[in-house]
């Protein structure tokens, strides 16, 4: 996997391993054994629903601690008045003259409907480093890229753009 993660991803990723081993674990393994003791488990639904929801979060589980086992640290370097990460920056596109806002993430936050772009892509790489009036060219492919001038860049703290992705 080998995302680049901020210590803040991880302590988040840890917080809900913590919560599925100490409260959901426990809650569905009880949900396990009341279904089936109800008898037959060869047409027992709430059986095989409930086997079904302890295996999607011992899934989620693994799935989490291996990205922290694999992912790389991420400090973000920036000074103040530069895009770093979990930035808003509204960003003025030359080639039309549309104005967007969009928030600097890490990878597994990254959601594109929700203008949430990693500094992984394209845009994200470009725009990292920069002050508010710089014009910044955009590289998407070896013979395409597009020209930006950053208009505004807040520091943000939005909890609603927190959510780690599920893959």
């Not at 693994?62 to 920036?78: C, F, G, H, P, V």
């Not at 203008?115 to 710089?134: C, F, R, Y």
Request: with cysteine.
């Amino acid at each position: 996997m080998n995302d680049r993660l901020t210590q803040e991803d991880i302590d988040k990723m840890q917080a809900e391993i913590d919560h599925r081993i100490l409260v959901v674990r426990p809650q569905l393994l009880s949900e396990v054994n009341e279904a089936r003791a109800q008898g037959d488990l060869s047409e027992n639904y709430e059986y095989k629903a409930a086997k079904q929801a302890k295996n999607q979060n011992e899934r989620r589980i693994r799935y989490l601690e291996k990205m922290i086992r694999t992912a790389q640290i991420y400090k973000d370097n920036s000074a103040d008045d530069e895009v770093g990460i979990n930035n808003r920056v509204t960003i003025l596109f030359e080639e039309d003259g549309e104005e967007e806002c969009y928030k600097i993430v890490t990878t597994v936050r990254a959601d594109s409907t929700n203008n949430l772009i990693s500094i992984e892509s394209p845009l994200g790489k470009a725009l990292m480093h920069h002050k508010a009036g710089d014009r910044v060219k955009v590289d998407v492919k070896p013979d395409y890229s597009y020209y930006v001038k950053i208009l505004k860049i807040e520091n943000s703290k939005d909890e609603s753009d927190d959510r780690i992705s599920s893959y």
